[in-house]
T-cell receptor, first 114, second 112 residues
Framework: AQSVTQLGSHVSVSEGALVLLRCNYS??????LFWYVQYPNQGLQLLLK??????LVKGINGFEAEFKKSETSFHLTKPSAHMSDAAEYFC????????????FGTGTRLKVLA | DSGVTQTPKHLITATGQRVTLRCSPR?????VYWYQQSLDQGLQFLIQ???????AKGNILERFSAQQFPDLHSELNLSSLELGDSALYFC???????????FGPGTRLLVL
């Protein structure tokens, strides 16, 4: 069975500060991992994904994440927060064959302080 | 714009009623997934269809059903609605050999 844990349902950072959103996963098979962002009253937009290959993946809007198998983690980072980054962020895991259904974490709401 | 469309955007109905939510996947995508997002349950996978066939089932209630039609659009049918069914329902689609899902804008269902 697969599961995802996102530590911190709410995270506040100052504008220009480092953003770090934590995601740990559990999977009995090598996982595919994703980060999505949801702005108010909108759908989910893909930020980045890890499937195979390079463990440091870069996404849109300056975000990146590193797959660490030994730590079963896939934390999302951005060097400098912008006001427009305020949103809810979801980490998801899927299998790598058969169904690619997602198991989502509970989400982290990011607040950016001026 | 993800290329996935969902109708209607909003739906208000009463307990005991039945509604149908519609999803059109991105052009060429064979897989359609349905998810429910609620405050208490978060984002939960409901069901997946691939090229017209059910591929996987998640936490979908027996009162809910879905299908995918030959033109690949999908419908999620919710019946005997209860207050607790009020939620945002997302559809996502993916290509046959890829794992990345693209989400529609969602249908917000309010059961009164």
């Amino acid at each position: 069975a697969q599961s995802v844990t996102q530590l911190g349902s709410h995270v506040s950072v100052s504008e220009g500060a480092l953003v770090l959103l934590r995601c740990n996963y559990s999977s009995s098979v090598p996982p595919y991992l994703f980060w999505y962002v949801q702005y108010p009253n909108q759908g989910l937009q893909l930020l980045l994904k890890y499937t195979t290959g390079a463990t440091l993946v870069k996404g849109i809007n300056g975000f990146e994440a590193e797959f660490k198998k030994s730590e079963t983690s896939f934390h999302l980072t951005k060097p400098s927060a912008h006001m427009s980054d305020a949103a809810e962020y979801f980490c998801a895991v899927s299998g790598t064959s058969g169904t690619y259904k997602y198991i989502f974490g509970t989400g982290t709401r990011l607040k950016v302080l001026a | 714009d993800s290329g996935v469309t969902q109708t209607p955007k909003h739906l208000i109905t009463a307990t005991g009623q039945r509604v149908t939510l519609r999803c059109s996947p991105r052009s060429g995508d064979l897989s359609v997934y349905w998810y429910q997002q609620s405050l208490d349950q978060g984002l939960q996978f409901l069901i997946q269809y691939y090229n017209g066939e059910e591929r996987a089932k998640g936490n979908i209630l027996e009162r809910f059903s879905a299908q995918q039609f030959p033109d690949l659009h999908s419908e999620l049918n919710l019946s005997s609605l209860e207050l607790g069914d009020s939620a945002l329902y997302f559809c996502a689609s993916s290509g046959g050999a890829t794992e990345t899902q693209y989400f529609g804008p969602g249908t917000r269902l309010l059961v009164l």
